[in-house]
C-alpha cells in the first residue's frame, strides 16, 4: 500500500475507529464490558486500580465489572502458581490468591442499593 492510499484514507480510517468505539460502548451497556486480560504483572497492576475505581462505585454495573476483573487476576495468579517452581514464588502467588478470593467473595455478597 502506498503513503497516497494512507493517507487519502485518513476520513475511513476515522470513521471505522468510530464505528468500533460505538460498538464497545454498546457492548457496553448490554453485557457489561469484558474484564481487560491479565497476562502479567504490570496487567495485573492495572487490574488492581481498575478494580478499587469500580469498587467504590455504587452502581451495580460496576460492581459487576469489579468482580469479573477479580476473577481474572485470580485466574492469571492459578496460572502463574502452576507454571513457577520456585518456592517463595509459589508461596507469594499463593498468598496473593488467598487475599483475590477473599474479595471475590466479598464483592459478590456485598448487596446493590437496590436491594436494600
Given at each position: 500500500?502506498?503513503?497516497?492510499?494512507?493517507?487519502?484514507?485518513?476520513?475511513?480510517?476515522?470513521?471505522?475507529?468510530?464505528?468500533?468505539?460505538?460498538?464497545?460502548?454498546?457492548?457496553?451497556?448490554?453485557?457489561?464490558?469484558?474484564?481487560?486480560?491479565?497476562?502479567?504483572?504490570?496487567?495485573?497492576?492495572?487490574?488492581?486500580?481498575?478494580?478499587?475505581?469500580?469498587?467504590?462505585?455504587?452502581?451495580?454495573?460496576?460492581?459487576?465489572?469489579?468482580?469479573?476483573?477479580?476473577?481474572?487476576?485470580?485466574?492469571?495468579?492459578?496460572?502463574?502458581?502452576?507454571?513457577?517452581?520456585?518456592?517463595?514464588?509459589?508461596?507469594?502467588?499463593?498468598?496473593?490468591?488467598?487475599?483475590?478470593?477473599?474479595?471475590?467473595?466479598q464483592l459478590r455478597q456485598?448487596?446493590?442499593?437496590?436491594?436494600?
Open positions: 500500500m502506498s503513503a497516497a492510499t494512507l493517507i487519502g484514507s485518513g476520513p475511513v480510517i476515522g470513521l471505522i475507529a468510530a464505528v468500533g468505539a460505538m460498538w464497545i460502548r454498546l457492548t457496553e451497556l448490554y453485557r457489561g464490558p469484558r474484564p481487560r486480560p491479565v497476562v502479567d504483572e504490570h496487567t495485573c497492576a492495572l487490574a488492581v486500580a481498575r478494580i478499587e475505581h469500580l469498587a467504590g462505585s455504587p452502581d451495580p454495573a460496576d460492581q459487576a465489572a469489579a468482580y469479573r476483573t477479580v476473577i481474572a487476576v485470580m485466574g492469571w495468579l492459578r496460572r502463574d502458581l502452576a507454571d513457577s517452581h520456585d518456592p517463595s514464588h509459589r508461596i507469594a502467588r499463593a498468598s496473593a490468591l488467598e487475599r483475590w478470593e477473599l474479595a471475590a467473595e456485598t448487596p446493590s442499593p437496590a436491594q436494600h
